[in-house]
């Protein structure tokens, strides 16, 4: 695939849909495209499907057009699948499924072979909002297009600290920065900056954090008794597993929180050692090598014995 307006032509009709509870990435590489594709394109119809974004992205230009139900039947000339497999795009994959030409933009290993008729899928790509600046005329590129690609770009590899940062992530990140927005203002309010209730349940999960394999591995769950009590949301628990793996001498970090009786939404981080998609695809998830996730059933103990038998196989 070379450039996205290749394959858009003489098309009326364009949604933008990326996975079911929208991380930093998702919302910066779609916005992103989005922004791009209304400014090239400006006599096509362009849809962006997403649930909610957190208030941390309001500075993204356009993100009050982000369409959150899926209501309306449309059959799309073309339905470009963001940052994920078409599986993981919730109500809004009825549209990837009856348009007339599927595209597929995604760096998930775990979705290697891309699930469009188009496929721009590179798991080497430090992000999809990576992907994305690859298929758009610079040209083209303005602070906000720049801006909401930026932010994808520091939420994937955690402000370039990540494994997954490459000599073309920081080639990029420096041309977008060229673009003038405020960038150290940008990464404090929508990488670090946290609210009081994700404060108070981040400490909350480090104070019962357990550490196991003598030392290599950690876990922390919360239970809805819990949540209910901070008045906490799902969003409110990003970066807790992160903030796990930072602890010395741990190779792999285990957070989980309780969505009904018996289930548990799962996030994996590693270090060097541990191929955790490989862990969260045996559970029926995805992701990359040091960071995945996955939905497990059972309660809290058979949730961690049955993860720890594939991270001891592989800590060896």
Not at 40 to 46: E, W, Y
């Amino acid at each position: 695939m070379n450039k996205i307006l290749e394959e858009l032509n003489s098309t009326d009709k364009i949604a933008i849909s990326g996975h079911v509870r929208p991380d930093g990435d998702c919302v910066g590489s779609c916005m992103g495209l989005f922004l791009y594709l209304k400014k090239a394109l400006p006599d096509a119809q362009v849809d962006v499907y997403l649930e909610q974004p957190a208030p941390i992205f309001s500075c993204i230009s356009g993100i009050e057009n982000v369409i959150t139900d899926c209501k309306e039947d449309i059959c799309y000339d073309v339905c470009i699948a963001v940052d994920t497999a078409s599986e993981r795009l919730g109500d809004a994959e009825k549209y990837f499924r009856t348009a007339k030409k599927t595209i597929n933009i995604d760096h998930h290993i775990s979705n290697a072979g891309g699930c469009g008729q188009i496929n721009y899928v590179n798991p080497k790509a430090s992000s999809a909002s990576e992907l994305v600046f690859e298929l758009m005329e610079e040209s083209l590129l303005d602070q906000e297009i720049a801006k909401a690609v930026y932010i994808g770009m520091i939420h994937d590899t955690g402000v370039f600290q990540y494994s997954n940062t490459t000599p073309r992530t920081l080639e990029i990140a420096s041309k977008l920065l060229g673009y003038g927005f405020d960038f150290p203002k940008l990464i404090d309010e929508t990488f670090y900056e946290k609210t009081y209730v994700q404060n108070q349940i981040l400490g909350r999960a480090l104070l019962e954090s357990i550490l196991f394999m003598d030392g290599r591995c950690i876990v922390s769950a919360i239970d809805k008794k819990v949540m209910d009590f901070y008045h906490a949301q799902p969003k409110d628990l990003d970066g807790i597993v992160s903030q796990l793996r930072l602890t010395k001498g741990v190779e792999c970090a285990i957070f989980m929180y309780q969505t009904g009786s018996m289930e548990y939404k799962v996030s994996l981080r590693s270090k060097d050692k541990v191929d955790v998609a490989a862990v969260a695809a045996y559970f029926g998830g995805g992701g990359h090598v040091r960071a995945a996730g996955c939905n497990m059933k059972g309660t809290y103990h058979d949730c961690i014995n049955n993860l720890s038998l594939h991270i001891e196989k592989q800590l060896g």
